[in-house]
Nanobody, 124 residues
Framework: QVQLVESGGGLVQAGGSLTLSCAAS????????MGWFRQAPGKEREFVAA????????YYTDSVKGRFTISRDNTKNTGFLQMNSLKPEDTAVYYC?????????????????WGQGTQVTVSS
């Protein structure tokens, strides 16, 4: 079992930055990938980014490429999502998740473990 706890959400003005953290416990993520998803009110949960824990390969949805950076700290078993140049359309609840499938899928249905979510609100 893997437990995931997100932190770092909040309210920021357009153009600002936030860094989300996702602390994993229960087992090492060495054979997993960590993904970040987001869900805005009335919309489907959508893929944002993913990182293969061992090796560090990264994947992004087109709308965040060049603005968001996913990373991980193996020693702390913690993943991060650095978000720059935030836009109002980035407003959503952000979730981290873990999957044993590689390369990491983009469908939330393929992720077995989920955090509780953290709200990110970008004001215009």
């Amino acid at each position: 079992q893997v437990q995931l706890v997100e932190s770092g959400g909040g309210l920021v003005q357009a153009g600002g930055s936030l860094t989300l953290s996702c602390a994993a416990s229960g087992r090492t993520l060495s054979t997993y990938a960590m993904g970040w998803f987001r869900q805005a009110p009335g919309k489907e949960r959508e893929f944002v980014a993913a990182i293969v824990w061992s090796g560090g390969d990264t994947y992004y949805t087109d709308s965040v490429k060049g603005r968001f950076t996913i990373s991980r700290d193996n020693t702390k078993n913690t993943g991060f999502l650095q978000m720059n140049s935030l836009k109002p359309e980035d407003t959503a609840v952000y979730y981290c998740a873990a999957t044993g499938l590689l390369p990491p899928p983009r469908s939330h249905e393929n992720y077995a473990y989920w955090g509780q979510g953290t709200q990110v609100t970008v004001s215009s």
